[in-house]
Structure formats: C-alpha cells, structure tokens
C-alpha cells in the first residue's frame, strides 16, 4: 500500500482543515488506517484511527470532539476532518495503513506527511 497525505497549511486557532490521505494497491480495505502528527523535537504521536471496514473509530483524548476520521474504501481515500485547531496541534501529520491500534508500531505503511500550521 502506497500512501499520499494533503491537505495541510496554515490556518488560524479556532479554524479548520480536512486533510486527505491517497492510497493505492488492491488491498486497502484489508488494512486499519491512522493519522499521526510529530511536532519539532517530540516524538510521533497518534491521532485516530479507523477500522477496515470504518465501523470503529478511536481518537486521542486531546482530539475527541474536534477531529474526524473517516475512510472512502471505493474511492481508496482516508481522511481527517480537524475543526476547533489550536496552536498545539502544529505538527507533520502522517497517515497510515496497518492494525487497529493506537500505536505506530503497528502501522506498516507510512505516507510522506503534510504540515499542518496554526497560529495563535
């Protein structure tokens, strides 16, 4: 499975942005799909994941109520609706295709990442 992140940008606290993840291969609905971010100097975090089939979700306590997960298993497309941003969640968001879990350890593949930017 190959993975391409978009979407990301500046945008003011409070603002909003919906970054897109691309994949490619015939066996993307086999896989669970999650979004991590890595701020300057601090290690990657998760963000939320979403099941193979969609029908599960989990977020990090910190994202609940502000972020969507949601996957397009025809359009082969994963994306991560963020409302309600803050300057704290500026970080490279990856996305990525592996297990249901919350840790990255289990994701085997990684898109490139997209910049997100809020200001304060």
């Known amino acids: 499975v190959q993975l391409q992140a978009s979407g990301g940008g500046l945008v003011q606290a409070g603002g909003s942005l919906r970054l897109s993840c691309a994949a490619s291969g015939r066996t993307f609905s086999n896989y669970a799909m999650g979004w991590f971010r890595q701020a300057p100097g601090k290690e990657r975090e998760f963000v939320a994941a979403?099941?193979?089939?969609?029908?599960?979700?989990y977020y990090a306590d910190s994202m609940k109520g502000r972020f969507t997960i949601s996957r397009d298993n025809v359009k082969i497309m994963v994306y991560l609706q963020m409302n309600s941003l803050k300057p704290e969640d500026t970080a490279v968001y990856y996305c990525?295709?592996?297990?249901?879990?919350?840790?990255?350890?289990?994701?085997?593949?990684w898109g490139q990442g997209t910049l997100v930017t809020v200001s304060s």
């Open positions: 990525a295709a592996g297990s249901y879990s919350i840790s990255k350890y289990s994701f085997g593949y």
């Open positions: 979403i099941s193979w089939s969609g029908g599960n979700t």
